[in-house]
């Protein structure tokens, strides 16, 4: 949606506040009156971007968590933290909460983050509507994550380290771009999704975008969406030279699946497991937790070897933004792929 459709529906929703400093940038999306930050002590995040979003700037905010989190990946989170209650999300694929059990959580806010449109603005209207309670859209894509984390900050009453970590964002991204050579050619990614491959990610997705900072392009293209269903058929007729994913069973399975390990990227050791714990480094979700995944994403795709100090920089990422740093050997071996 360009800038002019997104403002003509913007119009159609009345109780739609901006909250901007620049015309060109993001804006917030507020439907209710915001609390003083000073008063903000409860935050249910709409979903999982939102949620770690909320819980690196402010954990002690965050009441609970809108998606399922699994063992391993509470045991990468600070004690405090791990213990917060799966409540269910208001967006995405579905609300999963009952709006009484929301008004029963008693929060100050509700939080939402990622690309805003028409669909989502009458969401969080009827939410606010039927609730009274405030919600704040944060849009914005992972090149926006200084924004993000500076606003965000702000809202929540933390501005000051909303203002560092935008700081550490801007670093990770300007890393990012400047280890891509000007006019290379970026090689051409399945992103093999779910148990069986079978999903992935379509080019210029806000799924896809810590693959293009790191320099790869989806072989998924087309309208509407940012995931798609495919065929085992499809993805050979793409002959991909690298194949990513998230999920250890398909990374375990495919290498003696007697169709994926024809593919030349599996036949050329080019499948690659991506970290995914606490949250995904590719997505799932996409949201600022990409940022750690940026340097590993490019040395996967490009056949840079990444340096002995990688695990000292992913330990500095985790205690910086999630206040808490695993095990050297613990994050030694998922670097790995183990």
């Known amino acids: 949606m360009n800038r002019r459709t997104f403002l003509a529906a913007l119009a159609a929703f009345p109780g739609a506040r901006l909250l901007a400093a620049a015309d060109a940038g993001p804006r917030m999306r507020v439907f209710g009156s915001l609390p003083r930050p000073e008063r903000v002590r409860r935050v249910f995040a709409a979903g999982p971007p939102a949620a770690v979003l909320a819980h690196v700037l402010s954990p002690e905010r965050l009441i609970g968590w809108p998606m399922p989190l699994s063992p391993e990946a509470r045991a990468f989170l600070a004690p405090a933290v791990r213990e917060r209650p799966f409540l269910g999300r208001l967006s995405g694929r579905g609300s999963t909460i009952p709006l009484e059990k929301l008004l029963a959580l008693e929060p100050d806010l509700i939080l939402d983050t990622g690309t805003v449109d028409a669909t989502y603005l009458s969401a969080a209207e009827n939410v606010h509507e039927r609730t009274g309670i405030p919600y704040v859209l944060v849009p914005g894509r992972l090149a926006d994550s200084p924004w993000q984390l500076s606003e965000a900050g702000r809202l929540l009453g933390v501005p000051e380290r909303g203002a560092t970590l935008a700081r550490e964002a801007?670093?990770?991204?300007?890393?990012?771009?400047g280890a891509l050579r000007a006019g290379a050619r970026g090689p051409r990614v399945y992103v093999a999704r779910g148990p069986d491959g079978l999903e992935t990610v379509k080019e210029g997705s806000l799924n896809a975008e810590s693959l293009a900072l790191a320099g790869g392009r989806s072989v998924a293209d087309g309208p509407g969406g940012g995931v798609a269903r495919v065929s085992f058929e499809q993805v050979a007729a793409w002959q991909p030279e690298v194949v990513l994913t998230q999920d250890a069973g398909f990374f375990a399975s495919a290498?003696?699946?007697?169709?994926?390990?024809?593919?030349p990227a599996l036949r050329a050791g080019r499948l690659h497991l991506v970290p995914s714990l606490p949250f995904g480094w590719l997505d799932g979700p996409p949201g600022v937790n990409r940022l750690v995944g940026l340097p590993w994403l490019a040395s996967r795709l490009h056949g840079s070897p990444l340096g002995k100090e990688e695990v000292e920089r992913v330990r500095a990422f985790h205690a910086r933004f999630y206040g808490f740093s695993p095990e050297r050997a613990t994050l030694e071996r998922m670097l790995a792929g183990a």
Not at 255 to 263: E, G, N, T
Request: proline fraction near 0%.
């Open 170 to 177: 801007e670093r990770l991204l300007t890393e990012a771009r």
């Open 255 to 263: 290498r003696s699946d007697d169709r994926w390990s024809r593919l």
